[in-house]
């Protein structure tokens, strides 16, 4: 009897306890999907290891065979974490993949030893597994939609998406400031990205451009570890059909010795660093030899708010100079909560579409154009535009 007890008091404190495996709470969720890679995010509520099993879309059981599997891993080891962020690489362009995760708690580790845990995964027995399509540089047309300044009010995701049709593009774009503030990271979730996980995220590639107000909170460090996070900026550029695709990270709106920062920033000098990248990306034979040249930023250059702020004017003296001889088709932002269209700005060789809050805007390629519409509250089109040469 004595030694029965002691063995299930060791087994109590060796194994996991029924009931509380670990399990997946948050995505997962695409992040820099390209033509030949991808990158897969997921959280779960204990340390655990974690990797992507990756399977063609051929009409075949995810289970006829053993699965290629990709790690998060940092030079050589394996991640131990609550977020998990998986890079595969040397994928096919345009070609369609299906996925599964899996995390194994790590219960304890010492030495040459390692206790593990439970293993959570995504269902691919009662149903289909996720799925996603790399990007490809040589298809005709391409489309994309992008909202902005949501502000945490998750009811009006859905909403916006289905306006602008999300369903029939290519990919999703937001455009900044989805939440107001990161006091925890558990608040990109709640305010935003679960949502999107619920609506798209897990399959259709999606790119988060950073808004002033991600900048804001004890948690807004922690930013880079859920978004791009197997990439070296939070300021990136892509390729998919005729459109190459610059988003740009404008960072705060005021001077970085404003008050309301309390001493933490150093935007003009992250943004002196970004003009450099940006002046030798136009120069990659992915921008210059697409037909159409499209740039993301959450502060405009111009304002609609009277005279401009800090940040208005970083854009205008450090990336504008840039972009000015790098053939801009159009430059999407967001910041000013409400939609304005700038075709013929001083010192600006390019048009300028801000896109609001309450509105969602769709661009698609079509006839040797790139056309953008913008739709209201109810699905009115208020704006549409061609753009190209």
């Known amino acids: 009897m004595r030694k029965s007890i002691l063995l299930s008091i060791i087994s109590c404190l060796l194994f996991p306890i029924a009931g509380l495996a670990v399990k997946i709470v948050h995505g997962p969720y695409l992040q820099n999907v390209g033509s030949t890679e991808a990158t897969i995010v997921w959280v779960t509520d204990a340390d655990c290891d974690g990797h992507v099993e990756l399977a063609p879309d051929d009409g075949t059981n995810f289970y006829a065979c053993a699965r290629p599997k990709y790690y998060d891993t940092n030079m050589g080891v394996k991640r131990v974490g609550k977020i998990h962020a998986v890079r595969l690489t040397g994928l096919s362009p345009n070609t369609s993949y299906r996925y599964r995760i899996l995390s194994t708690e790590v219960l304890k580790r010492e030495g040459w030893h390692v206790v593990w845990g439970y293993v959570a995964a995504s269902d691919v027995y009662s149903r289909q597994p996720l799925k996603f399509t790399t990007l490809d540089p040589t298809k005709a047309e391409t489309s994309f939609v992008i909202l902005n300044d949501i502000h945490e009010h998750v009811n009006t995701i859905e909403p916006l998406l289905k306006r602008a049709g999300y369903e029939n593009s290519d990919m999703v774009i937001c455009n900044g400031d989805m939440v107001s503030i990161l006091p925890d990271a558990e608040k990109l979730f709640t305010g935003f990205m679960d949502e999107s996980v619920r609506l798209f995220a897990s399959e259709k590639p999606f790119y988060y451009v950073r808004g002033n107000h991600e900048t804001r909170g004890a948690a807004a460090t922690l930013f880079h570890d859920y978004v791009c996070p197997r990439q070296e900026h939070l300021y990136f550029m892509w390729r998919q059909g005729p459109v190459c695709f610059i988003a740009l990270d404008t960072g705060e709106d005021k ?135």
């Not at 008050?259 to 935007?267: F, R």
């Not at 210059?288 to 499209?294: E, F, Q, R, T």
Request: proline share 6%; net charge negative; with cysteine.
């Open 255 to 389: 001077p970085d010795d404003d008050l309301e920062y309390a001493g933490m920033n150093t935007y003009d000098s992250y943004r002196d660093e970004q003009a450099k990248w940006l002046a030798e990306a136009v120069q990659r034979p992915e921008y210059k030899d697409a037909p159409y040249h499209v740039v993301i930023c959450h502060i405009p250059p111009v304002t609609n708010k009277g005279e401009a702020w800090h940040g208005n004017m970083e854009v205008t003296s450090k990336f504008v100079p840039v972009l000015n001889k790098a053939g801009v088709d159009v430059m999407i932002c967001a910041h000013e909560h409400r939609f304005s269209f700038h075709p013929d700005t001083e010192g600006v060789n390019f048009p300028i579409v801000i896109n609001a809050n309450t509105t969602s805007l769709r661009g698609e390629t079509k006839g040797g154009k790139l056309h953008l519409s913008i739709y209201d509250e109810k699905g009115k089109v208020i704006f549409s535009h061609d753009f190209g040469k």
